[in-house]
């Protein structure tokens, strides 16, 4: 049976998330919604409360979120080689990356997209491909952050595979 993370892959899974959601850019693959809808979906910058000096690190908030919704190291791998997860039904992945994200300060409690901690800590790649990957974010709340993980995720992967041609 695989084990959970711990130690050497919890590190290794938040470098590859870190070099994974590097430099990513793109057009949305899917939906065509407007920016006025897309907007409803960002955090005001204003009333965010804005994570404290140096923030929670990617490791730290593997290691919290495992506490909750621990995850197999099969599937971080699946999903940074391909872009999703082995198996998209299981709702504990899915979860884990809601929790991920919401530890980052990348997505708020009420689901809005914080887009500036995301950029802040090297997310997303460029502000463009958040806005896109916006249109992503449907079903449960464990369903929108793993659709909006999945998008950026397949962005930085399309985009690495255009520059190897390159």
């Known amino acids: 049976m695989e084990k959970p993370f711990n130690g050497v892959a919890t590190v ?7 070099f994974t959601l590097g430099g990513v ?17 960002l955090a ?21 979120c495992n506490r909750t919704f621990i995850i197999q190291t099969d ?3 699946e999903l940074n080689e391909t ?11 899915l979860c884990f990356v809601r ?8 997505l708020t409690e009420d689901m809005k997209v914080n887009k500036e901690a ?3 800590v090297g997310w997303g790649g460029s502000s463009e491909t958040i806005d896109e990957c916006l249109d992503e974010m449907t079903g449960t709340t464990c369903e929108m952050a793993y659709y909006l993980m999945r ?8 985009e690495g595979k255009s520059k190897d041609n390159k």
């Open 83 to 93: 872009g999703s997860f082995p198996d998209e039904t299981d709702r504990i992945p």
């Open 25 to 41: 850019v793109g057009c949305s693959m899917l939906n065509t919604d407007s920016a006025d809808q897309r907007s409803t979906m």
């Open 99 to 106: 929790c991920y994200l919401q530890t980052l300060g990348i």
């Open 12 to 18: 290794r899974l938040a470098l590859l998330l870190a």
């Open 44 to 64: 005001d910058p204003a009333t965010v409360k804005q994570p404290a000096p140096g923030g929670v690190s990617p490791q730290e908030a593997i290691t919290e």
């Open 151 to 158: 998008c950026v995720i397949t962005r930085a992967l399309v």
């Open 75 to 77: 599937y971080w791998n």
């Open 118 to 120: 995301g950029l802040a």
